[in-house]
């Protein structure tokens, strides 16, 4: 059950960040091109794609107290609601956060931030994550769009529906 577990609950978020990626680097070669000088860089790219491009929108919790955050009264029973696009763009945080940037190697919220959840496929996701874009930059250094990309149409999955690429730009 474990195994199946991990291989299966990160399937559809490993994809969508490493589809994202993909596509903010065809969208920026010389951000592309800064990991191709030196493949070290993958996982801080990494880091930074998990930034940029959360699978998810928001997670969704029920206060079990009373408590108040940031000035804000939240009573025992009240949903609050995490936005990841937000909290990983949060501009007292970020410098220019809304910039995919290669070099940024920043913190994020993607897989939890300390909280009941921490996301058991963390260590997974990002081996699967740097594998992959470190063997697409290997055997299609020139991979370019090939059209106009499509999202899942969602409140809650932050996904690609269709990337159409050209391998050999």
């Given amino acids: 059950m474990g195994f199946f577990l991990l291989m299966a609950a ?29 493949l070290t860089r ?3 790219a990494v880091e930074e794609a ?18 108040e955050l940031g ?25 220019d956060p809304d910039r995919f940037d290669v070099l940024r190697n920043p913190e994020h919220q993607a897989f939890g931030a300390g909280g009941r959840h921490f ?12 594998t992959l874009i470190e063997e697409t930059l290997r055997r299609y250094p020139k991979m ?4 106009e990309p499509t999202y899942v149409v969602s409140n809650f999955a932050n996904q690609l529906k269709t990337l159409p690429v050209r391998l050999n730009g």
Wanted: overall charge negative.
């Fill in 10 to 38: 990160g399937n559809d978020s490993t994809k969508a960040t490493y589809c994202s990626a993909m596509r903010a680097l065809m969208d920026d070669p010389g951000q592309r091109d800064l990991l191709l000088e030196d």
């Fill in 42 to 44: 993958v996982p801080g």
């Fill in 50 to 67: 998990l930034r940029m491009f959360p699978a998810f929108a928001h997670f969704r919790r029920t206060a079990t107290k009373d408590t």
């Fill in 71 to 95: 000035g804000a009264q939240i009573k025992s029973g009240d949903k609050v609601v995490l936005w990841y696009p937000s909290s990983n763009r949060d501009e007292t945080r970020y410098e």
């Fill in 119 to 130: 996301c058991l496929g963390t260590a997974l996701a990002r081996l699967e994550l740097t």
């Fill in 144 to 147: 370019v769009l090939d059209g």
